[in-house]
């Protein structure tokens, strides 16, 4: 019945060790499956429920919950700036304006290409270094607008 | 961090950063007197002791709250019939204005779990897990990297140094909600649901992680552990200016000339950090507002410049601490389009559960938005009041809300021409004339 692959098989009984209950992995399991599939289908769903042997109600409550799930498919980039207040002083808006045109995308939208997927983050820690981006895992610090389409460059 | 020269006698948290900023792997760690507080206490110590010195050096919680962490300690140990008992840090920084667990997970990892053995030895605890941000990568990579080594090395795992003590310690990492720093609601994430915060008591230390006792202290709170057991209280006293002990990562950001944070004592005034640590303002720039410690703390305007920087001095002018990393707002910023900004950020991430949070906070970003039009009434100014009222503290299920409305309610003090300003006040005639 499982149609999750060996790797992430294994990957996830190796997670589930860390906690007296499988439910517990649940979180670590979703990121586990996103980081190979891109994102959470409803299969997905099914699937993890039947590997931690609860409902999928549950399954899907908890990924409907957190922001760095993905319940719909994302661009092979995330790009997510920083919204938060000290990012707000130092003039994330003309950045967030700037991603948008650059992309030519709203927030929570993905490019046609599926290049990048566009998100708004809370704080990302780095409030003496604003404003702030971060592109998959990379924290990208003292932004520019003039900076921005040669970052996005990057990723490929 | 790089204007002040560090030493163990007076940075307890940074004194074995180098010039160059890097991370402190264990071999440095142990060659700048790393573990040897962990070696001292299972040589020396009985955990009832360790939970009285502990008390006696009135470390205070640095994650927000500024709980006496002796104290919660001893709730634990209060709860002996139960065998099973976890300890949890909490790594999961989010507040919007605070970077400070984020420099001490990344530079000091090892500082952080020896700090969580000592806890664990003093709590009689076997597990525990380190709840981090799901964005804070780096600090992922580190801390997986010093676990290893710290388990490698012998100082995580069964019989530690050779001792009956045995502590497990596990790295989870969070999925992205401000909420699951609050301690009821990050157990629940631990657990695998979503991180609704839960009813208080029975409290943590009783009914906790899969309803066992749990501690669950800040990074902040758990880093200057081994530096106690090494120096003693007489000297972590010593450290401070006021009656709240030990240092305290302290900084400013927003347009200062040079935002950051340093390692000071308690006590220290705002003044002290804003001109001298932080350069005051950006030229061109006045300041007109500031937050004390991250987005969920009251905002004070200049003439409380000279309030000292701790606990109790803070509450006192009707703000708090929180997590001691102050924001500067300068003159040219509207304060309800700042508002607009928290308040959505507090709105999106409230988890749900309860009703005035969930339907309190939207609504206060409609009416802020509606006087940022220009569109609002002065009703509005009085239905931000009553409903700042109705999401304060004890009426909602969790802290998130209070700490919401606390900026909002302090706006509305220090700056309410700049309310009154959004509002369309009508000529006299034409108001209600059967009022």
Known sequence: MCKLNTKELSQINEIKKHYKYPQASLIEVLKIVQENRGWISDFMVKEIAYILDISSCEVDSVATFYSQIFRKPVGRNIVRYCDSVVCFLNGYLSIKKALKKTLKISLGQTTKDFRYTLLPTCCLGACDQGPVLMINKDLICHVKVAMIPKILDIYK | ?435
């Not at chain 2, 208080?200 to 009783?206: E, G, H, R, V």
């Not at chain 2, 040079?258 to 004592?265: T, Y």
């Not at chain 2, 508002?339 to 009703?355: H, K, M, P, Q």
């Open chain 2, 1 to 435: 961090m790089k204007n002040i020269k560090l030493n163990p006698e007076t940075h307890p948290l940074t004194w074995r950063l180098n010039s160059v900023i890097s991370p402190i792997w264990i071999h440095e760690y142990i060659k700048k007197k790393g573990y040897q507080a962990v070696l001292k206490t299972l040589k020396n110590f009985e955990p009832n002791e360790i939970i009285q010195l502990v008390i006696q050096s009135g470390l205070k919680g640095r994650g927000g709250a500024g709980f006496p962490t002796g104290v919660k300690w001893n709730l634990m140990s209060n709860n002996k019939l139960k065998k099973s008992r976890y300890l949890i840090c909490n790594a999961d920084e989010m507040e919007p204005g605070t970077y400070k667990d984020r420099f001490l997970l990344e530079n000091l990892p090892h500082q952080l779990i020896e700090g969580m053995i000592i806890a664990a030895f003093a709590l009689n605890v076997k597990y525990g897990y380190i709840f981090l941000r799901g964005d804070y990568y780096t600090a992922e990579k580190n801390l997986n990297r010093a676990l290893s080594e710290a388990k490698n090395s012998g100082y995580l795992g069964d019989y530690i140094c050779k001792s009956n003590f045995s502590f497990h310690l596990f790295l989870h990492t969070g999925a992205g909600r401000y909420i699951c720093g609050e301690e009821t609601a990050l157990i629940n994430s631990l657990e695998g649901k979503r991180a609704n915060p839960r009813y208080k008591p029975p409290f943590p230390a009783i009914s906790g992680l899969w309803g066992k006792p749990t501690c669950i202290n800040n990074v902040e709170t758990l880093s200057n552990i081994p530096s106690i057991i090494l120096y003693g209280n007489t000297w972590y006293h010593s450290l401070s200016q006021s009656v709240d002990t030990g240092t305290k990562l302290l900084g400013f950001s927003g347009l200062v000339k040079k935002a950051g944070l340093w390692e000071l004592p308690l006590g220290i005034t705002a003044r002290e950090i804003f001109e001298k640590y932080s350069g005051g303002m950006r030229s061109g720039y006045i300041l007109k507002a500031w937050q004390p410690g991250g987005a969920g703390t009251s905002f004070l305007i200049n003439k409380h410049l000279d309030v000292k920087m701790d606990f109790i001095s803070l509450q006192e002018i009707g703000s708090r601490l929180g997590t001691g990393l102050s924001m500067a707002i300068d003159t040219s910023v509207n304060m309800i389009s700042l508002l607009i900004n928290l308040e959505t950020f507090f709105a999106r991430e409230s988890c749900g559960f309860c009703t005035p949070c969930r339907d309190g906070l939207p609504w206060v970003v409609k009416i802020l938005k509606k006087l940022e039009r220009k569109h609002g009434s002065l009703d509005d100014i009085k239905l931000l009041e009553e409903i700042s009222e109705n999401l304060g503290p004890g009426k909602t299920f969790c802290a998130h809300a209070p700490g919401a409305v606390s900026p909002l309610k302090s706006a509305i003090k220090y700056f309410r021409t700049e309310f009154e300003a959004g509002t369309i006040l009508f000529p006299k005639y034409f108001q209600n004339i059967l009022v």
